[in-house]
């Protein structure tokens, strides 16, 4: 009988990759090994390979991305690691990531400073002096060499697997202008003392008497400012796993030997008991041993109400305790605990959520050969069928490569996306990069978190129901008892009377909080007897709404129902009724119950809602929808969004939220208002388009001239004719978007 193979499990750091055929070719390799199954992630600069140790060790893992040209390390830390402090595979990924974008820096600032008076020069003849022609490339041949370098090595890598990218087009087009100079200057006519640059729409007598090295200055620059805002996009993935794991405590009161003994949370082991205070974090997953206490789990759970817990309840690393002392045993640590489980959550949604093809690698794919092609064969054709001899034969060839170099493309992402990720700061919306854009023209269903995103996520109170005094006395009288307890629903009701001293103060579990006010004793919480009439009556109400009641006893008599509940935010319903006119169905998602998940969409006008769900079902959930073809956007706020958020098409975080949601978004909602998510959609389905539009015309000029190029007819220097007219039509197209008006604004 056929045994099933043990499999492992590693993930491993792959730094170098500069575009999504990068990662296409890392996982080829990696899944071509027997026994390995391999997932790539781009933005993440990760690997996930799940392999039989019988067939393949990690090392040949390692070995065999580094074989396709890229760098790879275990990402798993040991013990040994943790003791010594030496860097994860994380930290080597962000130091990786920080050294390239720092360098890019250096590179982007020298060549455009350099580009200046290279382009100034070229394109001015007033300012054209004797022999202005070495000059530029005597400041154009270092932006091409180093400048240039990141895209002359990728160029370089992609050609040993036979892939064509934006990186071959730039390397090519580049190359082209600078040796076409290089043979101008120094075979030709265009090194002369008194050379100046004249233009000729038709190839002159001489045709080596133009140079354009300003083409391969402003090419190089922009597309270097481009790689810059990549790589500085892409640290926001890992961002969110270490803010998540950033939220549990950093030490904890352990009781050893029947004393107290603060120890760092790495030295916890399963069995310790250690003691947990008012407005400390829980430290570890664990059972409660001795106290009483209110835990807010709105880090799990979203939900603001806390939940009371007594000895045998279990409670979660990171929540935190908010009113008693507890004394707690630990029963999970490490990869076992809810807070590593959250956090892997992240992790798989993220590296199953694959970016967007570049729309640039897309079209260089098939236009970078055919164009090579192209200049061959004119440069075949002019040999063949033509007199004109070997000059102007290889005149005609560089001209086609020249030509279909388009300046305009270094510009067409970044200055739309400049323009339209800074409208979108000065109305609140911060977007994170160019695959964001891609997914807001697809989404057609919003999922919404409940608490903090549709409601405000503060505890007040919602209705007031007395009998046998005043409403304003039932008020006061409660609030001068909740105001000497620190439990949220109290200070809820402290806020919304006017307190009188109280005296005799105690909190008994299970049964609310006693005082002594004016005389007359005041019980504040579960009913001390069954309700009647209209009292019961607006209990039930109030947990058919989701709203907590508290029952108001004056000696013993019940006197009065306070229903305390969070309150919808007044823009929530006109900002859903944006979200449908955008063509988005609207769906409400939370881990409250089905009373209180009713009673908000109703108000606000949604229709279908998902309920009482873990952070781990709200993925699962979102998984569902996305499996029945719908791509979908997710709002939300809070640590227990994370996981939904990174799984969505398009991930939408609360701006007053956690980090972790922030970090795990694709756009911040910077005003905290559903408002802010319509226009967020809308800007960034404009910038897209206003980006796929510059792409075009990027191309469309110079592409027109191709055939006149190869035909011997067009002079080069028209190339950068093309290039200059395209580049202004990109730059005036993207600063439309500024005009760019919120919806909320009319």
């Known amino acids: 009988m056929p045994t099933t193979p043990n499999i492992a499990t590693v993930d491993l750091g792959v730094t170098g990759m500069t575009c999504t055929s990068c990662s296409a070719r890392v996982e080829r390799?990696?899944?071509?090994?027997?026994g390995v199954t391999a997932s790539v992630n781009y933005a993440t600069e990760s690997a996930q390979v799940s392999y039989d140790p019988s067939l393949v060790a990690p090392e040949q893992l390692i070995k065999t991305v580094e074989g396709a040209g890229y760098s790879a390390f275990s990402m798993t830390s040991t013990p040994a690691q943790d003791e010594e402090h030496t860097p994860d595979g994380q930290d080597r990924i962000d130091a990786a990531r920080e050294e390239e974008a720092a360098d890019l820096k250096h590179r982007l600032l020298i060549s455009a400073a350099l580009s200046v008076p290279i382009v100034l020069l070229s394109m001015v003849p007033a300012l054209q002096f004797n022999n202005w022609q070495w000059?530029?490339?005597?400041?154009?041949?270092?932006?091409?060499?180093?400048?240039?370098?990141?895209?002359?090595?990728?160029?370089?890598?992609?050609?040993?697997?036979?892939?064509?990218?934006?990186?071959?087009?730039?390397?090519?087009?580049?190359?082209?202008?600078?040796?076409?100079?290089?043979?101008?200057?120094?075979?030709?006519?265009?090194?002369?003392?008194?050379?100046?640059?004249?233009?000729?729409?038709?190839?002159?007598?001489?045709?080596?008497?133009?140079?354009?090295?300003?083409?391969?200055?402003?090419?190089?620059?922009?597309?270097?400012?481009?790689?810059?805002?990549?790589?500085?996009?892409?640290?926001?993935?890992?961002?969110?796993?270490?803010?998540?794991?950033?939220?549990?405590?950093?030490?904890?009161?352990?009781?050893?030997?029947?004393?107290?003994?603060?120890?760092?949370?790495?030295?916890?082991?399963?069995?310790?008991?250690?003691?947990?205070?008012?407005?400390?974090?829980?430290?570890?997953?664990?059972?409660?041993?001795?106290?009483?206490?209110?835990?807010?789990?709105?880090?799990?759970?979203?939900?603001?109400?806390?939940?009371?817990?007594?000895?045998?309840?279990?409670?979660?690393?990171?929540?935190?305790?908010?009113?008693?002392?507890?004394?707690?045993?630990?029963?999970?640590?490490?990869?076992?605990?809810?807070?590593?489980?959250?956090?892997?959550?992240?992790?798989?949604?993220?590296?199953?959520?694959?970016?967007?093809?570049?729309?640039?690698?897309?079209?260089?794919?098939?236009?970078?050969p055919v164009v090579i092609v192209i200049s061959l064969l004119t440069l075949a054709g002019h040999l063949i069928f033509t007199d004109d001899g070997l000059s102007a034969a290889f005149t005609a060839a560089v001209a086609v490569l020249i030509i279909a170099c388009p300046c305009a493309l270094g510009l067409a992402t970044p200055t739309a996306l400049l323009v339209g990720t800074g409208r979108g700061a000065q109305l609140g919306l911060l977007i994170k990069g160019p695959e964001v854009l891609e997914s807001t023209k697809k989404v057609d269903t919003i999922v919404l978190d409940k608490t903090g995103t549709v409601t405000s996520g503060n505890m007040s109170v919602a209705a007031v129901t007395a009998a046998g005094i005043s409403e304003q006395e039932l008020i006061d009288l409660a609030a001068s008892v909740e105001k000497l307890s620190e439990h949220p629903i109290a200070q809820a009701i402290a806020l919304a009377g006017t307190p009188r001293t109280a005296t005799d103060f105690k909190n008994t579990a299970g049964q609310g909080v006693f005082a002594r006010v004016d005389g007359r004793e005041i019980q504040v919480g579960r009913p001390v007897r069954p309700l009647q009439g209209e009292l019961l009556d607006a209990f039930r109400r109030s947990q058919a709404e989701g709203g907590t009641p508290v029952v108001v006893s004056v000696d013993g008599v019940e006197h009065g129902v306070i229903s305390v509940r969070d309150s919808v935010k007044p823009s929530s319903a006109a900002a859903i009724a944006q979200l449908k006119d955008l063509g988005l169905t609207p769906i409400l998602l939370t881990g409250d119950n089905y009373g209180a998940a009713r009673a908000v969409a109703a108000e606000v006008g949604i229709t279908e809602v998902i309920a009482e769900v873990m952070p781990a079902e709200k993925v699962e959930q979102v998984k569902k929808l996305q499996a029945a073809g719908k791509n979908v956007a997710m709002v939300g706020d809070g640590v227990n969004d994370a996981a939904a958020l990174a799984q969505a098409d398009l991930g939408l975080a609360?701006?007053?939220?956690?980090?972790?949601?922030?970090?795990?978004?694709?756009?911040?909602?910077?005003?905290?208002?559903?408002?802010?998510?319509?226009?967020?959609?809308?800007?960034?389905?404009?910038?897209?388009?206003?980006?796929?539009?510059?792409?075009?015309?990027?191309?469309?000029?110079?592409?027109?001239?191709?055939?006149?190029?190869?035909?011997?007819?067009?002079?080069?220097?028209?190339?950068?004719?093309?290039?200059?007219?395209?580049?202004?039509?990109?730059?005036?197209?993207?600063?439309?978007?500024?005009?760019?008006?919120?919806?909320?604004?009319?």
């Open 29 to 34: 390799k990696l899944n071509k090994l027997e």
């Open 135 to 368: 000059a530029v490339l005597t400041m154009v041949t270092p932006v091409f060499f180093w400048g240039g370098a990141p895209f002359h090595k990728a160029t370089w890598a992609n050609l040993k697997h036979g892939s064509f990218t934006m990186d071959t087009l730039v390397s090519l087009g580049t190359a082209a202008a600078y040796l076409w100079s290089l043979w101008a200057l120094f075979l030709g006519t265009a090194g002369h003392a008194g050379m100046k640059m004249e233009f000729h729409l038709f190839p002159t007598e001489s045709t080596m008497d133009d140079i354009y090295l300003e083409t391969v200055a402003v090419v190089i620059s922009f597309l270097l400012l481009g790689r810059w805002f990549e790589v500085k996009a892409k640290g926001q993935s890992s961002a969110a796993l270490r803010a998540l794991l950033d939220m549990g405590a950093k030490d904890a009161a352990v009781i050893r030997d029947n004393a107290e003994l603060r120890i760092p949370i790495s030295q916890l082991v399963v069995g310790d008991i250690f003691v947990t205070r008012p407005g400390e974090k829980i430290a570890a997953d664990g059972v409660v041993m001795e106290g009483t206490s209110a835990i807010d789990q709105s880090m799990l759970t979203g939900e603001s109400l806390p939940i009371e817990v007594t000895p045998g309840d279990k409670v979660t690393g990171a929540t935190l305790n908010t009113s008693g002392r507890l004394l707690v045993k630990v029963t999970r640590l490490g990869a076992d605990s809810t807070l590593a489980q959250m956090a892997k959550l992240v992790s798989d949604a993220q590296s199953h959520k694959a970016p967007v093809q570049r729309l640039v690698d897309q079209i260089s794919q098939i236009f970078v």
């Open 654 to 746: 609360m701006g007053a939220g956690t980090d972790v949601a922030i970090e795990a978004s694709d756009i911040t909602l910077m005003n905290n208002d559903l408002h802010s998510a319509v226009d967020a959609i809308d800007l960034s389905r404009k910038t897209l388009g206003t980006i796929k539009g510059n792409l075009f015309w990027a191309f469309a000029y110079n592409v027109a001239l191709i055939p006149i190029a190869a035909l011997g007819l067009l002079n080069p220097m028209l190339a950068g004719i093309a290039m200059a007219f395209s580049s202004v039509f990109v730059v005036s197209n993207s600063l439309r978007l500024r005009g760019f008006k919120s919806r909320n604004s009319k």
